[in-house]
């Protein structure tokens, strides 16, 4: 027998097992799942606490406009190591280290909508925990703040029974540091994940590269200098937008506003919503909760006394000229309308009644006005179904008959007869939401199929449906009060939904600091000595209501080692993600693209290529969407991994013409070397059985591979340069020649027919550099000339154009 089963046999067993429960706090919590943060191994927890402690520097130095500086440190210490991370931060105030350090989900940045590398304030403190729980000692923390002359020292543990901190030794000391803070840990750990650990430093260094930073370990010691001294755009903390808010949410906003309409909440409480966008909210709102009400087509022209009449009769005792005139202006003005719905006719009975009233010196009160509504109300329904005939032929095709259309017709205008439409005296207003309609034109089409034996699809009963919610008027109906709608949850619901079917626009970005495609080709120039370097920054994209900018990067060739498959780096608000590569949005959108199409291998079609490159994928947000709380990998958001391939194929199309482009040059070596080896023999053949002087083979060279020539004659003291163009295509050139003697330009011009400018001379240590840029178009020439002392050397150089295009010919 069970324990589970013995229960209740007994006589208090429900307070004995009351007795037992208890709360627990978040540090407790977290002492016993240490792995939901990164701590499930030793390997592991010495990579996840020199991230966290690296991540809250960082952030710290951005915060202060300070360009960090940040020193790691991992020792061997007997069974355990000691992890140590300084920076040069603005410090923190002594009331604040031991909250810091000591409390779980204690931070500032929880409530912020901007983006940063941590919000919960678990990271720091969760590595304490863990030091704590592995070595028992405290951690050591030393800060000093901007012109303060002494630093503050802690000794601290987490209190896991009241997450607070419990000190144990606390003084000033001597820091040689003007600011910062100071972390000393000893923990329990090993450095099997020696590589995950250098990737996170050097991923960091990349994707951070206005930082340095210094990482020293038992066997190792690297330092990653700053590449740039321009820190992160500063970020712009920003409201909710109302297409990322939840329905509890909702409700909690709306209980905590000062705000007494929907309106002034809606422009109050959210980004992105003025008086148009409320407006805009507020009417789908009234649809889903007032409803709309159905239009119906009034008596034409001829038949106007027909509401006339029903208004002159309902009406008695206002006399007979006043209530002749009250009738016809009613008729007047319904009649003169397409369609009419109920409220419109509540309103032309209010005018015409107050209008007559003072032309008349009378009064007609709430009962005469109501009984002529409801008179003119039932001579503008009293058609309906014809009225309901022409919009369903409308919205159907014609392979329905008129019989089938004449039932379907005739179904739904009787369900137009009263229910939960009626006013407060019982009168029909045929109010109806889309849901409703919907009902009806499901229900009808059923009836109509089972009697009729004439069937009305899917697809059919939503245009039929389409058709009938757009001939429905919207109500003049004041929505409810704010406070109102948080008290009900079918109300604040519906607010919701009506928020979500809005069209607003995108929250701003101010709230986001993308690291820039400059910068993050920097960063990767930084770090890897490539051949070539792309970098993509596409424009800011919204995942439930959370603004979010993807910026992709590319390296390839050079150093980076070709063995096998490529590096890929992923980041998230410029923090690498070091663990769960598999799981991660980004490595399967890497691995969902043909690498092929863009020159890299990738056997099978899919997978990470293969090959020397490096790819790495940087996504800032105000709200990263992780898989678990360590934040190792990004959730397969679509709308995140529709922008990641985007940026990642834009980045890789500029790779595809940079490798078409070397294959391109390597084709034409190929082939010049093998003119290079022809060309000399026919030429030497040429010249025995001619007689003449051998060819020049620079000249023929570049003619036959359409090359760039330049040349450079000398004879009886002028230099005459020579840009010959055999392509297609214009060249800008950039030649400098070299001389060791003043040269003279008087009385020599640029000449041909391409604008080469003006020569510069510069004179520097003896030596005289003679610069033109002569813009030369496909076929054309340009030429130089200048006088030079016979016993001058000349030293040419051309750039602008790739070697494999350019044959110089330098003939003294």
Not at 55 to 74: F, G, K, Q, R, T
Not at 204 to 220: K, M, Y
Not at 633 to 639: K, T, Y
Not at 702 to 709: F, S, Y
Request: aromatic content about 6%.
């Amino acid at each position: 027998m069970s324990f589970q089963s013995t229960l209740g046999e007994d006589e208090g067993i429900a307070e004995e097992l009351a007795e037992s429960q208890r709360a627990i706090s978040i540090a407790e919590f977290f002492e016993k799942n240490k792995h939901m943060l990164g701590f499930d191994s030793g390997a592991r927890a010495l990579v996840t606490a020199v991230k966290e402690g690296v991540d809250n520097s960082l952030d710290a130095c951005e915060e202060a406009d300070i360009l960090p500086d940040i020193y790691v440190e991992i020792k061997e210490s007997g069974d355990y190591y000691t992890l140590v991370i300084e920076d040069n931060g603005p410090g923190i105030t002594e009331d604040q280290i031991p909250k810091v350090f000591g409390k779980l989900l204690y931070g500032s940045r929880f409530h912020k909508r901007e983006q940063n590398r941590g919000q919960q304030g678990i990271g720091i403190s969760a590595a304490v925990l863990y030091s704590q729980l592995t070595s028992g000692k405290p951690a050591k923390i030393t800060s000093r703040t901007r012109g303060s002359e002494e630093a503050q020292y802690f000794e601290l543990i987490v209190d896991t029974d009241d997450n607070e901190p419990e000190i144990s030794e606390s003084s000033t000391t001597a820091w040689d540091r003007p600011h910062g803070t100071r972390i000393e840990l000893e923990m329990e750990g090993n450095m099997r994940a020696r590589q995950q650990l250098h990737d996170y430093v050097k991923h960091t260094a990349v994707v951070n590269p206005h930082a340095r930073i210094e990482l020293r370990e038992p066997s190792a010691e690297f330092k990653y200098e700053r590449a740039t001294d321009q820190l992160p755009a500063e970020t712009e903390e920003i409201r909710p937008h109302p297409h990322g808010v939840e329905l509890g949410t909702l409700i909690k906003m709306a209980e905590a506003t000062d705000s007494y309409s929907i309106s002034g909440f809606l422009q109050g409480e959210f980004t992105r919503v003025g008086g148009k966008t409320a407006d805009s909210v507020i009417a789908n709102f009234n649809d889903r909760h007032f409803g709309r009400e159905m239009t119906w087509r009034p008596p034409q022209s001829h038949e106007n006394e027909d509401i006339e009449a029903a208004v002159r009769e309902a009406v008695a005792n206002k006399g007979k000229e006043a209530t002749a005139d009250f009738a016809a202006r009613v008729s007047e003005d319904l009649g003169g309308r397409d369609r009419v719905a109920h409220h419109q006719v509540v309103a032309a009975v209010a005018e015409a009644a107050d209008t007559v009233a003072e032309a008349y010196d009378t009064t007609f009160g709430d009962t005469v006005r109501q009984k002529a509504v409801a008179a003119a109300w039932a001579a503008v329904t009293a058609e309906r179904v014809p009225d309901v005939y022409a919009l369903v032929d409308a919205a159907t095709t014609d392979r329905k008959d008129d019989a089938a259309i004449q039932g379907l017709a005739e179904r739904l205008a009787a369900k137009f007869e009263g229910g939960e439409g009626d006013d407060a005296d019982g009168e029909s207003r045929h109010r109806v939401t889309r849901d409703e309609l919907a009902e009806y034109v499901r229900r009808a089409a059923e009836m109509t199929e089972e009697h009729d034996d004439a069937t009305f699809g899917e697809t059919a009963r939503g245009k039929v449906v389409d058709e009938l919610w757009a001939a429905c008027e919207r109500v003049p109906d004041d929505p409810p009060r704010v406070h109102a709608v948080a008290s009900d949850r079918d109300t604040a619901s519906e607010l919701l939904e009506a928020m979500r079917e809005t069209d607003i626009i995108a929250p701003p970005t101010g709230c986001l600091a993308p690291i820039t495609e400059e910068l993050v080709e920097a960063g990767l120039r930084k770090e890897f000595d490539a051949d070539f370097y792309a970098a993509a920054t596409r424009d800011a994209s919204v995942h439930g209501g959370d603004p979010f900018i993807v910026e992709a990067g590319l390296a390839y060739g050079g150093d980076i080692p070709d063995d096998g498959a490529a590096e890929v780096m992923r980041f998230a608000n410029r923090v690498p993600l070091v663990y769960q590569r598999g799981a991660c949005a980004t490595t399967d959108v890497v691995k969902g693209i043909n690498w092929r199409n863009y020159g890299l291998d990738q056997p099978g079609g899919s997978g990470i290529p293969n090959g020397p490159a490096v790819v790495m994928v940087h996504v800032a947000s105000t709200n990263v969407p992780f898989t678990s709380e360590s934040k190792d990998a990004v959730a397969n958001v679509p709308e995140i991994e529709h922008e990641i391939e985007l940026a990642v194929r834009e980045a890789a199309r500029e790779l595809k013409s940079f490798l078409n482009k070397r294959r391109s040059m390597q084709q034409r070596r190929e082939k010049q070397d093998k003119l290079a080896t022809i060309l000399p023999e026919m030429a030497e053949k040429l010249s025995e059985v001619t007689g003449r002087p051998a060819l020049n083979i620079d000249d023929t060279m570049a003619r036959i591979m359409n090359n760039v020539l330049v040349e450079r004659e000398r004879e009886d003291g002028q230099v005459r340069l020579t840009v010959e163009n055999n392509t297609d295509a214009g060249a800008e050139l950039e030649l400098t020649d070299i001389v060791t003697a003043e040269p003279d330009l008087n009385g020599t011009d640029a000449d041909g027919n391409a604008d080469g400018g003006d020569p510069t001379v510069v004179e520097m240590d003896g030596e005289y550099f003679l610069k033109w840029s002569p813009d030369v178009p496909g076929g054309g020439e340009a030429t130089l000339a200048y006088d030079l002392d016979g016993d001058a050397e000349c030293d040419l150089s051309v750039e602008g154009i790739e070697d494999e295009k350019l044959t110089v010919d330098t003939r003294q």
